[in-house]
C-alpha cells in the first residue's frame, strides 16, 4: 500500500475532537452504478447456475437448460454494463500487467474464464459442465469481493464482503432460477414453491445478519445517507413475499412466480446501491487541528 512521505509536524499535535473531512455530511458516497449493476448481475448469474445444476440433477433438463441460458445472458449483460465505469475501456486488454499486484486484474482474467464455461453449460448442458462453471464463476465472484475489501474502508473487510454478496446477490440469483422454472403444479410445483420461500427468507435474514457485522460509524452513516435503506428493503421483501404468496394461493402462478422475481432484483440491486453510497470513504482529519 502506498504510503505518504509528507508529515505534519506540531508540539501541540492533533486534538483529540478532531474529525474526519466530511464525517458528520449528509451526502451518500459515489454509488457508482454500472457496478451496481455489474455486481448485481454476476452474482444473480452465479446462483441461477446452482439452480441449473439442482434442477438437472432432479433430471428436469429442460428446464436446466433454460435456467443456465437464462443465467448467461444475466452474465453477459452483467459484464457489459461493468464496462461504463472505464476510464478507458479500450486499455482493459492491458489487465494482465497487474496480476501479480492488483484484484482488479485478477477479476477480469476470472470472469474471461468463467463466461466460455458458463456459456458451455448453458448450450451442451450436463452436470459436470455447470459444476465446472459454478466453480470458475464463484472464483470470478470472489475476485470481486475482494477488490473492496482490498481497499480497508470501514465495513468492507472480507468476510462481511463475501457474506454481503452471497446473501443478497447469489441467493436472489437463487430464487431467480426458482422462479423461471417454477411453472406447473404436482410435486414439482411444491419443490419450487419450498425452495423460493427458503431462499427468500435465507436471504432475508443473511441481510440483517450483515447489518449487524458492520462497525457502528458505518450503521451511523447509512441511517444518516440513506435514511430510507432498511425500509424500502423491508417493501421489496415484502412484495416478493407477497409474490411467493400469490403463487400458494392463486391458479395465477406464472404472474406471481413474475412478481417475486421483479422483487427479489429490486432487493439486490437496491443493496448493491447502499453497499456503495452508503460506505464512508477514509479522508484527512479535520476540525481540531492545533498548529
Same mark, same amino acid.
Given at each position: ?19 474526519? #473531512? ?137 468476510? #462481511? ?52 457485522? #458492520? ?9 444518516? #445517507? ?66
Amino acid at each position: 500500500y502506498t504510503r505518504p512521505t509528507t508529515r505534519y509536524v506540531s508540539s501541540r499535535g492533533i486534538a483529540k475532537e478532531a474529525n474526519e #473531512v466530511g464525517q458528520a455530511t449528509s451526502r451518500p458516497e459515489e454509488p457508482h452504478y454500472p457496478l451496481v449493476w455489474m455486481l448485481g448481475l454476476t452474482q444473480m448469474a452465479l446462483g441461477m447456475e446452482c439452480v441449473a445444476l439442482w434442477l438437472g440433477m432432479l433430471g428436469e433438463s429442460g428446464k436446466a437448460l433454460w435456467v443456465g441460458r437464462l443465467a448467461a445472458g444475466m452474465l453477459l449483460a452483467g459484464l457489459g454494463g461493468s464496462v461504463l465505469h472505464l476510464g478507458r475501456p479500450l486499455g482493459a486488454w492491458r489487465f494482465f500487467l497487474g496480476l501479480r499486484t492488483s484484484w482488479m486484474s485478477r477479476e477480469i482474467l476470472a470472469f474471461h474464464v468463467a463466461v466460455p464455461a458458463v456459456l458451455g453449460s448453458a448450450w451442451a448442458g450436463g452436470d459436470t459442465a455447470r459444476l465446472v462453471a459454478i466453480g470458475l464463476l464463484g472464483v470470478a465472484v470472489w475476485t470481486s469481493a475482494m477488490i473492496y475489501a482490498d481497499t480497508r474502508r470501514p465495513g468492507w473487510s472480507a468476510g #462481511v464482503v463475501a457474506l454481503d454478496f452471497v446473501s443478497s446477490g447469489v441467493i436472489a440469483g437463487g430464487i431467480l432460477g426458482v422462479c423461471a422454472s417454477g411453472g406447473g403444479g404436482g410435486t414439482a410445483g411444491v419443490s419450487h414453491l419450498l425452495a423460493g420461500g427458503a431462499l427468500l427468507a435465507l436471504m432475508a435474514i443473511g441481510n440483517a445478519w450483515v447489518g449487524t457485522l #458492520v462497525p457502528e460509524e458505518v450503521r451511523e452513516f447509512r441511517h444518516r #445517507v440513506v435514511p430510507r435503506a432498511r425500509s424500502i428493503e423491508a417493501f421489496l421483501l415484502g412484495g416478493g413475499a407477497m409474490g411467493l404468496g400469490g403463487v400458494f394461493w392463486t391458479e395465477l402462478d406464472a404472474v406471481f412466480w413474475g412478481i417475486l422475481g421483479v422483487f427479489t432484483i429490486g432487493v439486490n440491486l437496491w443493496r448493491r446501491y447502499v453497499f456503495f453510497a452508503g460506505t464512508p470513504a477514509p479522508r484527512m482529519p479535520t476540525g481540531g487541528l492545533k498548529c
